[in-house]
Structure formats: structure tokens, C-alpha cells
């Protein structure tokens, strides 16, 4: 009998990308389940016009609504998708074949991300190897939100997969602006709440590093502008994120606190 694989996508205000992640996942997915954190927008009605598995669920973190998703599918074979997601056609081929053939817990494959209208073939972002397809018995979500991971079992196999998972990022540099905002915020309160410490010279150093590495190192220039632009601000998020960290630091040490 053929493996049933449940594709689980968690979602909010997703209009612009679902559509086409759920395309990609049909012939391949034998259950997309999806997991909604009480959009405002159209995704829920697009969602429903695919035979899709809707679920609405409070959000209380990445890790936490993909652990909770998982759950809701009818099978323990998953493939988990980020709704600006989508499948290449090389790889669906490959996931299908994985079908016919299970032989390892999991499967990984590179994300090939779309910038602005560019793909980004360097910096760190590419190749990035994402484990998206594994047996849901020999792991679960972990990592530092908001950059969640699959943790596998000690013991737990793997293969690697041919095709790009496609990821639509932004569509503007502001777009992309506010996010590390967002997103440099929660990771400073995760590595405030596990005790990780910040001084002048990380905060100093890593950006510094990161672009180092991101356009000269991981040939980012090569990408022209928008390589140029992808290895500035990630170096901005890594300088963010450590001074809110040092920001919370020192408010936790005011009198009164």
C-alpha cells in the first residue's frame, strides 16, 4: 500500500502566498492540513476551496502551533510547509518517489528563496537545507522562536532530496524591514529567557561577521543589489537582536524591577 503523506500548513492573513502552496501540494499530498491563527483576510476562504483540512487555533508561538498541527493530521508521515512555500516541480517528483520507496525517517531539501522578485542563489540563504518531510514518531518542533526546527530522535535517519522547496520571502525591502524588527524582538526575549549574555563585542563583531560572511565568504555579490541588500540586513538582524538583549538586561536591573 501506498504511503499517505498529511502536508500541514499553520497560517495568518496569508492571502497572498497560500494559493500557491496549496497547488503545489496537489498529487502529492494525500491530507493538507491546515492550521489558522484567526485570519483576517481571505485565506480561510481560499483554504476551503481546496479539500483542505481547516483548523482555527490560537497562536502562542512557531514551535508551539507547528507541535499542536502535527497532531491534527491522520498521518504520522508529514510534510510541513510555511504557507509562502512552494514545491518545485523537480521536487514533488522527488517526494513522490519517496512515496513509493520510504527508506529513512526523514527527508531534507534546499530552499531557494525569492527576494523582491530575485532569486537569491547565495549569501546564507541559499543553499539552505531544510528537514520539512519525516516521520512525525521520531521527533517533534524545537529550536528558538521565532526559528523553529525539527529535532529528530537520537537514532533517527535522513536523506537528502533533490528540487528546491521555493519560499516567496518579501516583496519589499520594507516588508522585510519590519519583520526583523519583529522577529529580533522574540529572539531576544528567547535568549534572555534561557540565559544567554551580550556584551560590546557581540554586539560589535557579529553583525560585522555576518555580512563578511553573507557577501564576500557565501558570494552574496553575486546576487548583485538584492545580494547586496539580503547580507546587509541580515547582518541588522544580528545587530537588533543583541542590543534588545542588552536592552532587556539592563530594564531588568532598574530599581523597582
Not at 27 to 47: K, L, N
Amino acid at each position: 500500500m501506498k504511503l499517505q503523506i498529511s502536508a500541514v500548513i499553520i497560517t495568518y492573513n496569508e492571502e497572498t502566498n497560500i494559493k500557491r502552496c496549496l497547488d503545489s501540494l496537489v498529487g502529492v499530498a494525500d491530507e493538507i492540513v491546515v492550521v489558522d491563527s484567526y485570519s483576517t483576510d481571505r485565506t480561510e476562504e481560499i483554504c476551503r476551496s481546496y479539500k483542505t483540512v481547516f483548523l482555527k487555533h490560537k497562536f502562542t508561538g512557531h514551535i508551539e502551533q507547528k507541535n499542536w498541527a502535527i497532531l491534527q493530521a491522520s498521518s504520522p508521515y508529514i510534510l510541513s510547509l510555511d504557507a509562502d512555500e512552494a514545491l518545485s516541480y523537480k521536487l514533488k517528483n522527488s517526494i513522490l518517489r519517496i512515496k513509493e520507496d520510504w527508506t529513512h525517517d526523514s527527508y531534507y531539501f534546499n530552499r531557494l528563496t525569492n527576494y523582491c522578485g530575485k532569486w537569491i542563489r547565495h549569501t546564507s540563504w541559499y543553499p539552505s537545507r531544510k528537514l520539512r518531510l519525516w516521520d512525525s514518531r521520531m521527533g517533534s518542533w524545537g529550536g528558538i522562536n521565532p526559528h523553529d526546527r525539527y529535532i529528530l530522535n537520537r537514532g533517527a535517519t535522513r536523506c537528502f532530496l533533490k528540487g528546491d522547496l521555493l519560499h516567496y520571502s518579501y516583496y519589499s525591502i520594507s516588508e522585510h524591514l519590519l519583520q526583523i524588527n519583529s522577529f529580533s524582538s522574540i529572539m531576544a526575549r528567547s535568549y534572555y529567557e534561557r540565559g544567554k549574555r551580550v556584551n560590546f563585542f557581540i554586539i560589535l563583531f557579529r553583525p560585522f561577521w555576518r555580512f563578511l560572511k553573507d557577501f564576500i565568504l557565501l558570494r552574496g555579490f553575486m546576487d548583485g543589489y538584492y545580494g547586496f541588500i539580503v547580507s546587509v540586513n541580515s547582518a541588522y538582524a544580528v545587530f537588533l537582536r543583541f542590543v534588545k538583549l542588552r536592552s532587556i538586561y539592563k530594564d531588568d536591573k532598574r530599581p523597582g524591577k
